[in-house]
């Protein structure tokens, strides 16, 4: 067995992999009905929020799709902030609806910084702004309450958040923060099976009258049948199966015991691979708690590092984004570990460097 230390999709516990393989059942009955109400339920508690949370059946990338198009139309002036490769493409789905697009790129491996942005917001106007909080591609946690508290004094754009790879590792409440859509997905920190978008919308995008078409990923419909507990169409079942197990584990062990967890094995991952003498990606002070990426010795093929972590100690991780341009390895330590697979992950991955890097010295 391959131990997945990749950053997502995650490996799924033999609950969640249960609760999955159970008989279809319609999206209209009764049965399906209590188990979209609970997951209701389990998603509102996590997310601080009375606002009514939709499951689309689509990957994460669309549940983007479906934040930007009951959002903005072909008027809007829109800001991205851009931390690597999925801000860029938070920004490139936006490009598709409207012309007037300003992209702030930050340094790879920077998080957002306010002044620039505080900046921005004084000489321009916007209508909505795409934060991306875990930047997935550079191992980097932006600061979002920040973030929001410098766009709340400046400006009243709209705030559309990609946490898809936060939730579940973060306390993220919605409410409170003030945030306008959030995007989650279930195969990251969830650690809950692909095929959903998990999005939840403040009240002023559901009063919104000038967006663009759509009639997949139509807000109101979906909420319309979120609350008699099913969905606008035919949903991917076993994802929903498998979201509502995965939420029972993470409301049984706790959620701050879930999001200590992830800053735990983050930091232990990140302490290992410094003794290695690696450098870390991000800055120290934007670390992000789900993925941890580092930069190889010049020396190094990342790929044959993938390899042969793979084929000589059975685990798996993520190189970069870019398909294999730059040294770096990204490690995923998404969801609840067991001690001893995580301790297995990291000791093989250090043997690993250590070993390779003797062969290409010598
Ligand atoms: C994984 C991920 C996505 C894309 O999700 P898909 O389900 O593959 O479409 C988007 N944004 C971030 C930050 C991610 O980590």
């Not at 669309?62 to 938070?90: M, P």
């Not at 009639?215 to 979201?243: D, R």
């Not at 984004?321 to 330590?333: F, L, P, T």
């Amino acid at each position: 067995m391959i131990i997945n230390r990749s950053v997502g999709p995650v490996s799924l516990s033999t609950p969640v992999m249960t609760a999955m393989t159970q008989q279809i059942v319609s999206h209209r009955s009764k049965n399906f009905n209590l188990v979209v109400f609970r997951i209701i339920e389990l998603l509102q508690l996590l997310f601080d929020t009375k606002q009514m949370p939709m499951l689309f059946t689509a990957s994460g990338t669309g549940g983007l799709e479906a934040a930007l198009v009951n959002t903005i139309n072909k008027e809007s002036r829109v800001l991205s902030l851009v931390t690597g490769y999925f801000g860029e493409r938070f920004y490139n789905i936006c490009k598709l609806f409207t012309d007037d697009v300003k992209k702030i790129e930050f340094k790879l491996g920077k998080a957002v910084d306010l002044d620039q942005l505080e900046k921005e917001l004084k000489q321009n106007h916007y209508d909505a702004i795409l934060i991306t909080h875990n930047e997935t591609a550079t191992g980097v946690l932006n600061p979002l309450e920040k973030i929001i508290r410098v766009i709340k004094k400046n400006s009243s754009a709209f705030i559309l958040v990609d946490a898809i790879s936060s939730v579940g590792a973060v306390k993220i409440p919605f409410d409170e923060l003030e945030i306008d859509v959030m995007v989650a997905a279930p195969q990251k920190a969830l650690m809950s099976a692909p095929g959903l978008a998990i999005l939840l919308a403040s009240n002023r995008i559901l009063r919104l009258e000038r967006k663009t078409p759509s009639l997949y990923f139509n807000f109101k419909n979906m909420i319309h049948f979120m609350e008699k507990g099913s969905t606008t169409y035919t949903p991917c079942i076993p994802a929903i199966f498998a979201l509502e197990a995965a939420l029972e584990i993470i409301f049984q062990e706790g959620e701050e015991k879930v999001y200590q967890h992830h800053r735990d094995n983050a930091e232990f991952c990140r302490t290992e691979l410094i003794k290695l003498g690696l450098q870390l990606y991000a800055d120290s002070n934007f670390v992000s708690p789900t993925v941890t990426a580092v930069l190889l010795d010049d020396i190094m093929d990342p790929v044959e590092f993938k390899n042969t972590l793979e084929a000589k100690h059975n685990v798996m991780l993520s190189l970069d984004m870019d398909n294999q341009q730059s040294k770096m390895i990204r490690i995923g330590h998404m969801g609840l570990i067991p001690k001893a697979q995580m301790d297995y992950s990291i000791k093989n991955i250090c043997e690993c460097y250590k070993n390779l890097k003797l062969q290409y010295s010598n």
